[in-house]
């Protein structure tokens, strides 16, 4: 780390966090090409990456030198604040990372250098169709359009353009605009039966300091966006994949490259469209990485279903919500006790862990659980900091609805593996919806009733684009394989008493269906038969490792 005068100094601070701190970050005035570029020379070159940055300003890049005293006015510039656009005062700096990608990127195996090159996006307008083939990519991290915090405007739809120039056209349209009118009926209907079921007078004390503290106009604006919070959560069940949401992510350059390459050998012409306009959007930050985006012919013959080869007709059946174990590690409690031991002595190979392990007793395993949590707070959320107890893995189906599979489609250290949407598996009719009464069910089977006919009479010509008429109630089984921390931390997360009532189902049915098999989990070495995973979490002797959430579902703030 060289020493910086201080113009050189004001002058760096305009790109980075800091000219002489030995940790920094690069700011968003420092162009992404130059900062993948400039790290990527670490592999050849230990000179700090400020130091490149300082010859850019000065024009001291080679092959792109300028003269001295225009490098001088740049830093001059940059330390006064004079430049509009920092990024001016880069030039060589641009045109040698530049250089540099269309020299490396792709040779020789050298593609890694675009990993620390991220872009961010928005997506506006698209529908849940798109955010789902988002979420397939599991360095794709993003947030979207919350459907308990947002209404959303249910006369924005995705017509499918080929389903639109089809006889189907106006069959499409009217089922897609009947859920969305129920969409609407059923946000107010839910709304009452919670506001029935706690009035303001009743919420009111039970809220915390804070709120108890507020003007009564105050709290009853949170009373109402509590109350319509509730309410969504019910009404989205009638939600059609072809409802428009907005979305925003951060891609790596490499893995933005593929999913457009990839996206555009799609059958759904919305992705084959998005892939376009990733291209022309990812270019714009960093056109030497997006090169190698032609439409990828390998991928397009799987996303098409190998042209009917696999395909398999097998028999509708009605699902219901629960958690299939399909495969774990009849070791997993040895395993885990040596992954752990292995961690904290000196380097030996695994197997004689292993060995030490398997030669414990039940209740001396169990101890070093409860010595390796003891002092886990309640924001500690993994159960080892460098994951080695994820190095034992398990794989479960998730029997859920479109739109809980959603939300855990999230966890993206998860693999997952799940088919085409369809309403053959029946639907998801939560409790809630039979207590606001018989009017509502009708309306809500009417709806489900609709979608499944116009998918049957779509899938035939439309298979992918059939997707879109399917509403969030429909049952989906979503398949899901991770390590042993990430069940924990999925299980504590998806508990949560501000969950959602559906996903929350889920993560208990994971937590039990887990701790059959591995009840060690929780330190017994039986599961009791016949009791309920709440029940045997309050009597459990290890309470350390899963943590799933016991007590009643609250109101969302």
């Known amino acids: 780390m060289g020493e910086f005068s201080d113009l050189e100094r004001r002058a760096l601070e305009v790109f980075v966090t800091s000219a002489t701190d030995r940790i920094y970050a690069c700011k968003a005035e420092l162009p992404p090409e130059v900062v993948g570029a400039f790290g990527s020379f670490f592999s050849r070159n230990p000179k700090d990456l400020r130091g490149h940055l300082l010859d850019a300003i000065r024009g001291k890049i080679s092959s792109h030198e300028s003269d001295e005293a225009a490098g001088q006015e740049n830093l001059e510039r940059l330390a006064s604040g004079e430049f509009v ?201 960093a056109p030497s990485l997006l090169k190698y985006t032609d439409e990828n012919v390998y991928y397009k013959d799987q996303y098409t279903g190998f042209n009917e080869a696999l395909r398999v007709d ?42 030490h392990a398997q030669g414990m007793g039940f209740e001396e395993k169990v101890a070093v659980l409860q010595r390796v949590t003891e002092k886990r707070g309640q924001y500690d959320e993994w159960v080892d900091i460098e994951e080695a107890f994820d190095c034992v893995r398990i794989t479960a189906q998730v029997r859920t609805d479109i739109g809980a599979a959603r939300d855990l489609r999230r966890h993206q250290k998860w693999d997952r593996n799940e088919g085409l949407y369809t309403l053959d598996n029946g639907f998801y009719l939560p409790e809630v919806v039979r207590d606001i009464g018989s009017d509502a069910v009708v309306l809500y089977n009417e709806v489900m009733e609709k979608a499944g006919e116009m998918e049957r009479a779509l899938r035939g010509e439309f298979p992918h684009e059939a997707q879109y008429v399917v509403p969030m109630a429909a049952f989906h089984p979503l398949v899901m394989s991770g390590g042993l921390d990430q069940l924990q931390y999925f299980v504590a997360t998806r508990t949560t008493p501000q969950g959602h009532f559906s996903y929350r189902e889920d993560a208990y049915n994971l937590a039990e269906a887990v701790c059959k098999v591995h009840p060690w989990l929780l330190g017994l070495q039986e599961y009791p038969k016949g009791k309920k995973i709440e029940d045997v979490v309050r009597d459990a002797p290890l309470k350390g490792v899963l943590r799933p959430y016991l007590g009643d579902t609250g109101w969302h703030a």
């Open 314 to 355: 097998l028999k509708p059946s009605q699902m219901t919500k629960g958690v299939d174990v399909l495969s774990y590690d009849s070791q997993a409690f040895d395993k885990a006790v040596a992954m752990l031991l292995m961690r904290s002595n000196r380097s030996h190979d695994f197997t004689q862990f292993l060995q």
């Open 85 to 285: 656009s920092p990024a001016e005062a880069l030039k060589s700096g641009v045109a040698k990372a530049q250089d540099f990608f269309r020299t490396w990127y792709g040779k020789y195996s050298h593609k890694s250098i675009a990993n620390v090159v991220w872009i961010p996006f928005v997506g506006t307008n698209v529908s849940h169709l798109f955010a789902r083939q988002l979420a397939y990519d599991q360095l794709a991290f993003f947030i979207e359009q919350s459907t308990r915090f947002v209404k959303f405007d249910v006369a924005n739809l995705y017509l499918d353009e080929n389903v639109m120039a089809s006889s189907h056209r106006d069959a499409f349209v009217g089922t897609l605009r009947r859920a969305a009118e129920v969409y609407e009926l059923f946000t107010e209907q839910a709304a009452g039966h919670y506001g029935e079921l706690l009035p303001f007078e009743e919420w009111l004390p039970k809220q915390d300091e804070v709120t108890a503290g507020m003007k009564e106009k105050q709290q009853r604006i949170k009373y109402r966006r509590e109350l319509r919070a509730k309410a969504f959560d019910v009404a989205r069940f009638l939600l059609p994949q072809a409802v428009r949401t907005n979305i925003a992510w951060i891609l790596d350059a490499r893995s933005t490259e593929f999913d457009i390459g990839a996206w555009k050998g799609h059958p759904l012409s919305e992705i084959r469209e998005s892939a376009g306009l990733i291209e022309k959007a990812g270019g714009m930050i």
